[in-house]
């Protein structure tokens, strides 16, 4: 394994596979669409295309990435609800024929381009539950989105509704209400035209932090049960928008520890390391999403510590309340490692605060080690 | 001028000059280290070296990019407290000899490198007053800072102090306490060993935002009165550390209307434009920092809007709560402009969140109509 520079994360496309199976697994019969902007490698592109997933994409870029995999343009759904026209007219040109939208404006927009789309209409759900809730940014009421499916539907576009229950959902019970809303709208739409073919159950799958959370399996039987009493016999087709659950667990960030120090002013003991918020552990802001940590030396006596990051940035602090401990005898040179910091680290990362590069990926797994058998079991890339 | 794609930031590099002098007069004898963090553009760098500016960097590129521009290394000074050792040898062999640090182990790691270094001691203070206060990331206490200047003194270090009153500093007297701690550790360190030779005074001098600050010449007058009370006839030399407001006022930040809509949800006016906090609006984030806004069309009413960027994440919302108003004629491919950008806008930038591509920069400016004739008013590059 030749040496790679910190910060680093390091991605086990093999673990992706696993994480792809188990949620397949756990939802029969659900198209599962890769959120790209959870990580978007190209590894992980190719290896989650090789094991048969669709994927939603946000940008022109991010489909210009999937489709240089040789991915049909019919498994991409252009998922973001606000595009630029010409986004939209570049999407069409490249054969992807499924977005969704929340606005009037944007139904127009995209059946300006495309007037046999696929139209998929997002529903506002306000979550709780999650550790990242999401805000009004997206999303419609059960009015608009049956105006605006009843518009679309009649103008001649496949329909459909999805929604999202917040990242990192911890409540089973979280797709019960919007799948009941969704199937009341689909009711109502299918008195005044045809009625919609699907339902995208969005993302909230977890990735494994400090908090123990439900198995996979349980996520799925609960959204199963969900669906039956919301539709009964007439489900529709499925979809679902993994992002966070499929890379999380594969990756592990390599940082070095810059400085240990203490100071008088608060007596603790800080910890810099050469990756923080900016560079690349964004969700950490707030604490909200505690990583496991884990260095060579866990054996030693552990102490309290404050973990921050190497800019001069007063707020690039890591973890300043949520009680982590690391050796005592943890010293600059040592590696934190970083576990399940696969999603919304590398593409979080700044272009160059500070100076310091982005967060650079490498890789490893059979899948890789067959194709590039002289390479060793890590290879370089974004 | 040739067409740029949105989103970018134009920088007018005479307003960078002209916010140079503004402050070299308000503050006369204090050497004026640009702080690279804030704006790293070359050309930024290419002006400030022009009209005599000295640099504070953070890291190995920005050291690497104010030399590319010839700028004399004693003019160059290493301002992050945390440093990796092959940093500082690789800074100290390229002739930098000027250190910063708040800790014993840092001062071990730059004397290991550097024997006759210019140690520059961070003086922990708490702010009040600054849009973004500080946290205790940095510095120490004036017990830790005259141990720390005592031993680099006594190995021979040239010595000093430097601290910060936080970012968009609003309160004329907050320089005030910290020079007289600074005086006092001074007078301590003397008893001791060579007494300490300068201060740096920092930054925290104001962008141009919403909210009115004073001019710079009251800043000056009130550091200045502050000085001479602190030291009265023994003066060190001074140097400060301007990031902010040598580079915000110099930049308009261009952005493109992508959507219009209002959702039965909240019967607000959303407007997502192409730029967002994860495309160079960190500095949004909770709403501090609020930017002038423009468009082509504030002759037409205005009405209250959210304003919020392209991608699909619910954080990415840049005003929701600070009582914005645009015109409700603004449609999809209109040009919002934003004002006073040029600093920690390019640079916070994320490397490619959903695909999107980082804030690009583009300037004008006599100087640069001077040395490229042909090139038109805006030159690309980042």
Known sequence: MRAVQTPYVLIDLDIIEAKYNDLANALPS?????????????????????????????????IELVLSYGVDPGRVSFGNTMKKQRDIAYAASRGI???????????????????????????????????????KKFGCGAGDATRLLVAAGRRGATTGMSFHVGSQQRNLESWDEPLRVVAEVFEEVARHTRRPEFVNLGGGFPGSYLDAMPPISE?????????????????????????????????????EVVLVSERDIDSRRWVYVDCGVFGGLAETLGESIRYRLATDKDHDSMVDIVLAGPTCDSADIIYEKAGYRLPATLGAGDIVRIASTGAYTTSYSAVGFNGFAPLQQVYCGSQLLKSNPRSGAVSMGR
């Open 30 to 62: 659900t198209e599962l669409c890769y959120a790209v902007k959870a990580n978007p490698g190209g590894p992980v592109i190719e290896r989650l295309a090789a094991v048969g997933s669709s994927f939603d994409v946000a940008s022109v870029p991010e």
């Open 97 to 135: 024929t499924r977005f969704t939208i929340d606005s009037e404006n944007e139904l127009d927009k995209v059946l300006a381009e495309v007037p046999n789309a696929e139209i998929c209409v997002r529903l506002f759900h306000e979550c709780v539950g999650a550790d990242w809730p999401l805000s």
């Open 219 to 255: 996520y799925g039987r609960a959204i199963n049960r969900a669906i039956t009493a919301a539709f009964e016999g007439n489900v529709p087709r499925l979809m679902a928008e993994p992002g966070r659950y499929l890379v999380a667990d594969a990756g592990t960030l390599h940082t």
